[in-house]
Each structure stands twice: as structure tokens, then as C-alpha cells.
């Protein structure tokens, strides 16, 4: 099955500087990309996803982007703001036949006044 | 703004019973999806509904669980014979369309004693 590696583990940034959250995957069938946000407590939420056909994909101050030859794809916050601070997880599912979203297993990011 | 609903926000149940979590989806929505994640893991999906019938299930979902849509507006997950280790949250969630947004709701912290 399908096997998601998410890096880092958590990530500690100043207001304004740039983030960077790395997420690997193993099936060469998967096409289906999402991103969602988790704060405190509270329901992830889909921030941004992309399929396999584009290599990137940009919303405001968040961007994806992805290398399916190397399987591997990332999520760029820029201009970060505290009420960024939450944890991250990116997924990864195969959008023909099937819809069984793997997750990775999250980035707690931390954005310091 | 439709919101997705979730009953109760948390269940206590001893190990060999039976717990139904409820979920009242976004209404116009037609795909319906169970995610589990504990605590401070990731995000696992369990199952996937559509027409009235299971369109994807994970490893996680065994016997042990089910899930119907009794009427038009509920969506329920019943575990039977609850163990420790099924202590988690609970997410449920809904889109539109296959693979369009996913709507979650705020989840079911269920304990089992």
C-alpha cells in the first residue's frame, strides 16, 4: 500500500520568514495531492491540494508543488503569521478507481512573534 | 456558512461495548467519509460512502465496524465490541463531488475504558 513520509516533525519559523513542509509517497499511482491545516483541538481543513497533471499550484501565500518522477511534494507558506501555527498534514491517494487518502503523519508548525 | 455536525463530542464507553457516533453531513453533499486519528498520530481514513453503499474501506475497518445512512441527513459509524485501543477521535466528513472538498466535521473524542 501506500506509504507517506512527511518532514518535519515540527518547524519553528519567525513571523514573515518562509516554510517549508516535504512530503515523500511510494505508489507511482497516486495523482491526488491534499493539504490540510489542524489547529489545536480543532478539524483539519483543506488548505490547498493539486493532481498530478500541473507541478505546481499557488493560492495567495501558500504554494505546492510536486515532482511525480521523484514522488515527492512540498508545501511553501510565505510571509508566515502566528495564526499560521498549527500542524500540517499532506496526503496522498490515487484519484482514478479508488479514494484511500494515506496521510503523512503532520508537522507541528510554530510561527514566533 | 453549512457546517458539518457530530454527536456527541465525547463518548466514555467500556471495552465490549457497542458505540454509534453521529454525523450530520453538509446537505447538497453526496460522498461521505470516516476518518480516525489518535492521540497526537495522524489522520487515518476508515471508510467512504456513496449511493447508499461503501465505496472504499481501509485496512482499519473490519467486522468490528459499520456504518449506514439511516435517513437523509445522518451518517453513523457503529463500532460493536469496542476495544482500548479504538480510543480516538472521530472525524466525519463530506463533499460534493468525488475528490472535490472535503468538509470535516469537529470529531468524536470516544474513550474506551
Known amino acids: 500500500g501506500e506509504n507517506v513520509e512527511q518532514h518535519p516533525s515540527t518547524l519553528s519559523v519567525q513571523e514573515g520568514d518562509s516554510a517549508v513542509i516535504k512530503c515523500t509517497y511510494s505508489?507511482?499511482?497516486?495523482?491526488?495531492f491534499p493539504w490540510y491545516k489542524q489547529e489545536l483541538g480543532k478539524r483539519p481543513q483543506l488548505i490547498i491540494d493539486i493532481r498530478s497533471n500541473v507541478g505546481e499550484k499557488k493560492d495567495q501565500r501558500i504554494a505546492v508543488t510536486l515532482n511525480k518522477t521523484a514522488k515527492h511534494f512540498s508545501l511553501h507558506i510565505t510571509e508566515t503569521q502566528p495564526e499560521d501555527s498549527a500542524v500540517y498534514f499532506c496526503a496522498a491517494s490515487e484519484s482514478g478507481g479508488s479514494y484511500i487518502p494515506t496521510f503523512g503523519r503532520g508537522t507541528s508548525l510554530i510561527v514566533h512573534p | 456558512e453549512p457546517e458539518v455536525t457530530q454527536t456527541p463530542s465525547h463518548q466514555v464507553t467500556q471495552m465490549g461495548q457497542e458505540v454509534i457516533l453521529r454525523c450530520v453531513p453538509i446537505s447538497n453533499h453526496l460522498y461521505f467519509y470516516w476518518y480516525r486519528q489518535i492521540l497526537g498520530q495522524k489522520v487515518e481514513f476508515l471508510v467512504s460512502?456513496?449511493?447508499?453503499?461503501?465505496?472504499?474501506k481501509s485496512e482499519i475497518f473490519d467486522d468490528q465496524f459499520s456504518v449506514e445512512r439511516p435517513d437523509g441527513s445522518n451518517f453513523t459509524l457503529k463500532i460493536r465490541s469496542t476495544k482500548l485501543e479504538d480510543s480516538a477521535m472521530y472525524f466525519c466528513?463530506?463533499?460534493?463531488?468525488?475528490?472535490?472538498?472535503?468538509?470535516f466535521g469537529p470529531g468524536t473524542r470516544l474513550t474506551v475504558t
Open positions: 466528513a463530506s463533499s460534493s463531488d468525488y475528490l472535490s472538498e472535503q468538509y
Open positions: 460512502f456513496y449511493n447508499n453503499e461503501i465505496s472504499e
Open positions: 505508489d507511482s499511482a497516486s495523482n491526488y
